[in-house]
């Protein structure tokens, strides 16, 4: 009997509908050659949502995202929408789905690839063997803290106003994930904060030093955020499993992506205590190249691979998806992002097929 899994699919905006169209033929390929069998479900979010619905997240998509058994969302977001009121944005669209989820957990691996360490704008000897994975807390900090907003003053000033705070069981739950996800790998976890500096960030910090007392064999060391950005592009290599919060983990993860050459190839999932995870490359949208097959598939490929490990438990199939990709890259075929001399310039749906014939 096939195994039967119901996935959400959320193309969203820009190269969206181009990359989800690569990971879903990917999927179907190896569904077939594995017995599993996808049931597919389209829904809207971003802009698309906006222009067909009015909203970027309307109810209907998250009542068939609670009911999948998990969420393959590609990018949101474009100029289009840009100056629409905040409620209406894409962006809105996003943080929704992360707090109607519950989806407190994102998992940010940067890792560098053999074949595309001459695409990363940092030295060889910097980057090789760089191996991070980022896990940053989602549904807490200054996203999300009340108050917020732009208000009037007495004296008739202007004041825009956003609230950084974290609960004890909001940063424990993340910190778990973090020590666990540590000790899985080189059992090394670093705490990034600003605990000289901020109330909230030397309570984060107390409250990792504290469950650190659980997880005796994960060695925890702490950075503020200002040297850990200084850290991440001076010698990458020191660094395992990174934790942190919200706005800091959107920054180090963005940072740490670049280290591996190109953010259209890095993956990302997050997940909550009981919902559906949801799997999404780093990047966004790039309207600058939409509509032009120019767009680098592989991170939502590989974000495909993840959801096969992380919510399927499928994980030969997740890594001959990986594999696969080794493969093309081996065989020379890049996107514009990966280009570099001697080697073939494809477009989006022509390395797709490439994706495919490896497998
Ligand atoms: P971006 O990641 O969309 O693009 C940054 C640069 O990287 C651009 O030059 C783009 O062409 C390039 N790039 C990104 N993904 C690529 C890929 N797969 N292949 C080749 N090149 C790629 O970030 P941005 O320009 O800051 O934002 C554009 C829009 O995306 C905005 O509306 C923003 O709000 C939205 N956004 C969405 C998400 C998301 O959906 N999770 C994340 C970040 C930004």
């Given at each position: 009997m096939?195994?039967q899994?119901?996935?959400?699919?959320?193309p969203?905006?820009?190269?969206?509908?181009?990359?989800?169209?690569?990971?879903?033929?990917v999927?179907k390929?190896v569904?077939?050659?594995f017995?599993?069998?996808?049931?597919?479900?389209?829904?809207?979010?971003g802009?698309?949502?906006?222009?067909?619905?009015?909203?970027?997240?309307p109810?209907a998509t998250?009542?068939?995202?609670?009911?999948?058994d998990?969420v393959?969302?590609?990018?949101?977001?474009?100029?289009?929408w840009?100056?629409l009121?905040?409620h209406?944005r894409?962006?809105?669209?996003l943080l929704?789905?992360?707090?109607?989820?519950q989806?407190?957990?994102n998992?940010?691996p940067?890792?560098?690839?053999?074949?595309?360490?001459?695409a990363s704008?940092l030295?060889?000897?910097?980057?090789?063997?760089?191996?991070?994975?980022v896990?940053r807390?989602?549904t807490?900090?200054?996203y999300?803290g009340?108050?917020?907003g732009i208000f009037?003053?007495?004296t008739?000033e202007?004041?825009?106003?956003n609230?950084?705070a974290?609960?004890e069981s909001?940063i424990d739950?993340?910190?778990r994930?973090?020590?666990?996800?540590?000790?899985?790998?080189?059992?090394?976890?670093?705490?990034?904060?600003k605990?000289?500096?901020?109330?909230?960030?030397?309570?984060?910090?107390?409250?990792?030093?504290a469950?650190?007392?659980?997880?005796?064999?994960?060695?925890l060391?702490?950075?503020?955020?200002?040297?850990?950005?200084?850290?991440?592009?001076?010698?990458?290599?020191?660094?395992?499993?990174?934790?942190?919060?919200?706005?800091?983990?959107d920054?180090?993860?963005?940072?740490a992506?670049?280290?591996?050459?190109?953010?259209?190839?890095l993956?990302?999932?997050?997940?909550?205590?009981?919902?559906?995870?949801v799997?999404e490359?780093v990047?966004?949208?790039a309207?600058?190249?939409?509509g032009q097959d120019?767009?680098?598939?592989?991170?939502?490929?590989?974000?495909?691979?993840?959801m096969l490990?992380?919510?399927?438990d499928?994980?030969?199939?997740?890594?001959?998806?990986?594999?696969?990709v080794?493969k093309?890259?081996?065989?020379?075929?890049?996107t514009g992002?990966?280009?570099?001399?001697?080697?073939?310039?494809?477009?989006c749906?022509?390395?797709?097929?490439?994706?495919?014939?490896a497998?």
């Open positions: 096939s195994q899994y119901r996935i959400t699919l959320l969203g905006d820009g190269i969206g509908p181009e990359i989800m169209a690569v990971a879903v033929r999927l390929t569904g077939e050659k017995a599993l069998n996808f049931e597919f479900k389209e829904a809207l979010i802009g698309a949502a906006i222009d067909a619905t009015g909203e970027p997240l109810a998250l009542e068939t995202c609670k009911q999948s998990a393959l969302l590609a990018a949101i977001g474009g100029y289009k840009d100056s009121p905040r209406l894409p962006e809105t669209g929704g789905l992360r707090s109607g989820l989806l407190f957990a998992l940010r940067a890792t560098i690839l053999p074949q595309l360490i001459d704008t030295k060889r000897e910097v980057v090789e063997g760089v191996d991070i994975m896990v807390e989602l807490g900090g200054i999300f009340q108050p917020r009037t003053t007495e008739g202007k004041r825009g106003v609230t950084m974290y609960t909001e739950r993340i910190g994930v973090a020590f666990e996800t540590a000790q899985k790998r080189s059992k090394r976890l670093c705490s990034v904060d605990a000289n500096v901020l109330e909230v960030s030397q309570f984060w910090r107390d409250r990792m030093i469950l650190s007392a659980e997880y005796p064999d994960v060695e060391t702490h950075l503020y955020v200002d040297n850990a950005a200084m850290q991440l592009v001076r010698a990458p290599k020191q660094f395992d499993t990174i934790v942190t919060s919200n706005l800091f983990g920054i180090l993860s963005d940072a992506a670049m280290l591996t050459g190109s953010i259209g190839m993956p990302s999932a997050s997940l909550g205590a009981s919902n559906p995870g799997y490359p990047h966004g949208s309207p600058d190249i939409a120019k767009a680098n598939p592989l991170a939502q490929v590989l974000s495909a691979a993840m490990r992380y919510s399927f499928q994980a030969e199939a997740a890594m001959q998806i990986e594999q696969a080794l093309v890259l081996d065989q020379g075929y890049r992002d990966i280009m570099s001399e001697g080697k073939t310039l494809v477009g749906q022509a390395i797709g097929d490439e994706i495919v014939a497998l």
